[in-house]
């Protein structure tokens, strides 16, 4: 018997192949046990990665549940077309749950600055509540902060998406309690044991596509408390921020009013996994305004129902 | 690159914090903006030097409340292997959180002080890896700069704990003296012990040999869900899809389909990635079976030859979680076992353990949050099931209480008639 993976032993598996058995093991648990899944996706690398995992999990048969999208409305135009182009060829369901349509409709109301980070949570219970969805997948990974870090496989959640880190289930071996009564749902995070770096060995290793603007490309773009932001149509620079061109891509991907750029060189998927295994800033840190507020930033939002 | 998981233990003072930190740390896991939030904390408290521990500083709602939440999992790798620690707090509700992280941990590192020698609390640790069957135990003897790196100390607390091990079944035991505050044997070989001729930590880590750990010898195969596509070009395809718990499956192999207990061959094993020669745990496959039987969740595969207890009366180690409530025989409870869910009448409590003394307290009539006690059960469905010391995933199951969904307890199998 030859080693099967490289790693040098009879029947071992690589962290690669580990982590993908046990992120396909629980969403097979979920959409067994659950009544309606969706599956979180913003066409960023952490959902691009959930949503292979699906297409594994259940085939040959397509993904059985629909994908939905918050949408603050503030996107990178790539990776809306990325988005809709994958959903095609996966031939599975988009929900667009729309922040615009609920400021139009009364729903919430836009922050002063525009921000509209705050207010996503909201319009995500309510297409939750509409769509009556009782298991969410999301693509968050336990390194990226240390609220996620204490936060279960399967997330307990109220009937009003509150996240209570006092009372969480216990979760033991591969068992996951998944039971909940009508109007509480669970938050699913299959890649609750990746890193970042993992990640993106994985998206070399399925050769998987990403938007562009994962990927070094010259951009007009200002610092803005010492962070590289994008000049688009919804994050414009301020009067003293010069605006210059650089040489930047992007470690995640999310509202663009909030999302930095890094200076980089690394035009293929190897030469970003070289970078991130020597980078000694993590991605949150790095280019999220939104965790910035405070210390306890994500903590906060999550009680709120934030994912 | 491999996998290992570990679960790290230790009384509230001895270090534990730290020897995680400086892993992180020293392992370059640690980014510099956490460190830099770190510094400014330790200048904010004036700290003499920065204290890594907080590094692995739990939540505001925690601090505010001077409570630990559970189990926090943490990461790091070096080239050899990735590392995932379950991070298990010291005080409030230890036994539930330990008993949380060991369980799918390949093995423990137990701190103590090297001043204090041996407490009650690493005696209780020990215990819950070898109740968990926590196969590798590493005790960790922290703080040797306070004892002058002194051997005798260390040799000391080595025969102590080697001596009590032994009524404990520990499959591999090994003892490192450490000081995670200098960074003394932590990633490399320290000067200051030169009396000590073993691995560092960070070595034992990366080398200790957990693939044979597994179970390659029962077939198990729970059938989590069944993959039909209804689609034209799969318009007959049947596949069951699961986890491998034990044993190595291959095509052609006969097999008997449980609880039916008709007998046929494995037609083949795919993935999307096409179709495998053999699979082994823990592989995530769907297996396709020569004949068409009618085959469900929670249904299992194995071999003729080699089949698990089939049986609705399960006796079991059981470790209550729930602050709310309590077992008591004739409670009725929903049981979660491999991919198969019954309900489970609590038939009988044997004894309540204390996990200090390993005493016996068969006058015990009731379980609470944290204790550990022999119970019977029996259940509305049979289970198909072996021993936790043999299987840890068929040999474990929770307990849920259907009033509150909550999880109430994890149960470990050790026989059934």
């Known amino acids: 018997m030859t080693p099967l993976d490289g790693s040098g032993f009879e029947y071992s598996m690589s962290q690669l192949s580990l982590l993908e058995a046990e992120s396909i093991h629980i969403m097979r648990e979920v959409v067994a046990e659950m009544q309606r899944p969706t599956l979180l996706f913003s066409g960023g690398k952490d959902s691009i990665v959930m949503l292979r995992i699906a297409e594994k999990a259940f085939w040959p048969a397509p993904i059985p549940f629909p994908v939905m999208h918050v949408d603050t409305g503030h996107n990178f135009p790539e990776v809306l077309d990325f988005r809709d182009r994958r959903v095609q060829e996966l031939g599975v369901q988009l929900i667009v749950a729309s922040v615009q349509d609920a400021i139009d409709r009364g729903l919430v109301r836009e922050e002063p600055g525009g921000s509209r980070n705050r207010i996503q949570t909201p319009v995500l219970l309510d297409a939750v509540e509409k769509y009556r969805f009782d298991a969410l997948f999301g693509g968050a990974r336990r390194d990226e902060e240390k609220a996620r870090a204490k936060e279960r496989v399967f997330s307990f959640r109220d009937e009003f998406g509150q996240w209570d880190p006092k009372n969480q289930r216990p979760e033991l071996w591969s068992l996951y309690n998944g039971r909940v009564f009508q109007g509480e749902s669970i938050r699913v995070f299959p890649l609750s044991n990746w890193t970042e770096l993992d990640v993106w060995q994985y998206i070399e290793h399925e050769q998987l596509e990403l938007p562009p603007i994962y990927y070094a490309h010259e951009r007009e773009v200002y610092l803005r408390h010492g962070m590289v932001m994008a000049v688009t149509e919804h994050s414009l620079p301020r009067d003293h921020e010069t605006v210059f061109t650089a040489l930047v891509r992007y470690r995640t991907v999310g509202d663009a009013t909030l999302t930095a750029a890094v200076y980089s060189e690394a035009v293929t998927v190897r030469q970003i996994v070289d970078e991130v295994s020597v980078t000694r800033l993590t991605e949150r840190g790095a280019t999220r305004g939104d965790d910035k507020f405070s210390e306890a930033a994500m903590e906060d939002r999550k009680k709120e129902g934030y994912f | 690159m491999d996998l290992l998981r570990f679960a790290t233990a230790g009384s509230v003072d001895d270090g534990k914090s730290t020897l995680i930190g400086r892993l992180l740390y020293d392992s370059k896991a640690i980014f510099e903006d956490q460190l830099e939030a770190v510094e400014k904390t330790s200048r904010d408290r004036g700290d003499e030097y920065t204290n890594l521990a907080l590094l692995t500083d739990g939540l505001r709602a925690e601090r505010e409340q001077g409570i630990t939440i559970d189990v926090a999992y943490r990461y790091f790798a070096t080239p050899k292997r990735k590392f995932i620690i379950a991070d298990t707090p010291g005080h409030i509700q230890y036994t539930r959180n330990m008993v949380t992280g060991a369980s799918t941990a390949d093995l423990a590192v137990i701190l103590v002080d090297a001043r204090n020698g041996l407490v009650e609390q690493s005696r209780r640790h020990a215990f819950l890896t070898t109740l968990l069957r926590v196969p590798h135990l590493v005790l960790a003897v922290n703080k040797m700069d306070l004892v002058d790196y002194s051997e005798e100390v260390f040799e000391s607390i080595r025969s102590e704990f080697a001596a009590f091990a032994t009524k404990l079944n520990v499959p591999d035991l090994t003892f490192i003296p450490m000081s995670a505050l200098n960074g003394d044997n932590i990633v490399t070989r320290s000067d200051a012990m030169p009396w000590y001729d073993g691995p560092s930590l960070l070595h034992h880590l990366e080398n200790v040999h957990v693939a044979s750990d597994r179970n390659l010898v029962d077939v198990r195969f729970p059938v ?43 037609a083949g094993i795919d993935t999307a990635d096409g179709p495998v020669e053999e699979a082994f745990p823990p592989m995530s496959v769907t297996i396709r079976l020569a004949d068409n039987l009618d085959v469900s969740r929670g249904d299992l595969i194995c071999r003729p030859n080699n089949q698990p207890m089939v049986t609705q009366d399960v006796d079991a180690m059981v470790c209550w979680m729930d602050s709310a409530s309590a077992l008591r025989p004739g409670q009725k409870l929903a049981i979660k076992h491999t991919t198969r869910n019954a309900r489970a009448l609590v038939k009988d409590l044997q004894y309540r353990l204390d996990v200090n003394t390993l005493h016996r307290d068969e006058a015990a009539d009731e379980l609470g949050l944290n204790e550990i006690g022999r119970v019977r059960l029996r259940t509305t469905q049979p289970l198909f099931a072996d021993p936790y010391g043999r299987n840890r995933t068929t040999g474990g199951f929770i307990l849920i209480d259907e009033s509150t969904n909550r999880t109430v307890a994890a149960g470990m199998i050790t026989t059934a008639e």
Do not use: M
Request: hydrophobic share 35%.
């Open chain 2, 224 to 266: 989590q869900y069944v993959v039909r596509p209804q689609s034209t070009q799969y318009h007959d395809y049947r596949g069951y899809a699961g986890q491998v718990a034990g044993g190595v499956l291959k095509a052609g192999d006969e097999v008997v389909v449980l609880p039916s207990g008709f007998s046929t061959t494995i």
